[in-house]
């Protein structure tokens, strides 16, 4: 099966722009996450969407990221105005259901300059 | 929240020797525990992964032993080869409709052939 999809695979911006991701999940799969990988860390979860619903933004910075998943199929991500600190691999990841092995997609690679 | 915990930060074995990579995690609802394996400038892949309902698990040469009680799961290389090499990040989550992953920081594994 083909896996999950992202582009761009690679963003170089200017502090203060904007920048859009995209993620195609695994056909099928109701749940997708939005992970921020910053260098030498572990993946953190920014929003979970079940569906077009979303089910946990706990840790997605809301004054400058914004995701929306409409149809309940692809996603987009959102950074408006970029910082600095924003620089990391964005990664999208997808599952048949919650509680279920998560397949990752192969990331974005942002940098702000 | 669910704090995740690795050590150590990083790991060097010599070829076809084992190595094991320790985590703790601080929730005790967590109940699901998967190991990711991420090689340099790609995705995470699930390499193994268990449930709270059992204390080992094992494919090949690798292996998996939660220890509910200490809140502490353990990954097994056996037989260790160079494309073993890679950063492993453990991670944890409720399961259920908040199945939110909580990862490490992973551990750099050195193959010395």
């Known amino acids: ?113 | 929240g669910e704090n995740v915990e690795q050590h150590p930060s990083t790991l060097s074995v010599q070829e076809g020797d084992s190595a094991v990579i320790k985590c703790t995690y601080s929730d005790s609802a967590s109940n699901y525990f998967p190991w990711y394996k991420q090689e340099l400038g790609k995705r995470p892949q699930l390499i193994i992964d268990i449930r709270s309902n059992v204390g080992e698990k094992k494919d090949q040469r690798i292996a998996v032993t939660l220890n509910k009680t200490a809140k502490h799961f353990s990954l097994h290389i056996t037989e260790t080869q160079p494309e073993d090499s890679a950063v492993y990040f453990c991670a944890a989550s409720r399961g259920g409709a908040n199945s939110k992953l909580t990862f490490g920081k992973g551990i750099t594994l050195s193959v010395r052939p």
């Not at chain 1, 963003?11 to 749940?31: D, L, M, Y």
């Not at chain 1, 924003?86 to 997609?105: I, K, M, N, T």
């Open chain 1, 1 to 113: 099966e083909a896996g999950v999809a992202q582009s761009p695979r690679y963003k170089i911006i200017e502090k203060r722009q904007s920048v859009a991701f995209w993620c195609n999940p695994i056909s099928g799969h109701a749940t997708l996450y939005w992970y921020q990988q910053i260098l030498g860390q572990g993946p953190k979860l920014l929003i979970q969407f079940q569906n077009n619903g979303v089910v946990d933004d706990s840790q997605l910075p809301k004054d400058r990221f914004s995701a929306e998943r409409l149809k309940g199929v692809d996603s987009t991500l959102k950074i408006q105005p970029a910082k600095l600190e924003d620089s990391a691999v964005y990664l999208c990841a997808s599952s048949p259901g919650v509680a279920a092995e998560q397949y990752f997609g192969p990331g974005t690679r942002l940098t702000v300059t």
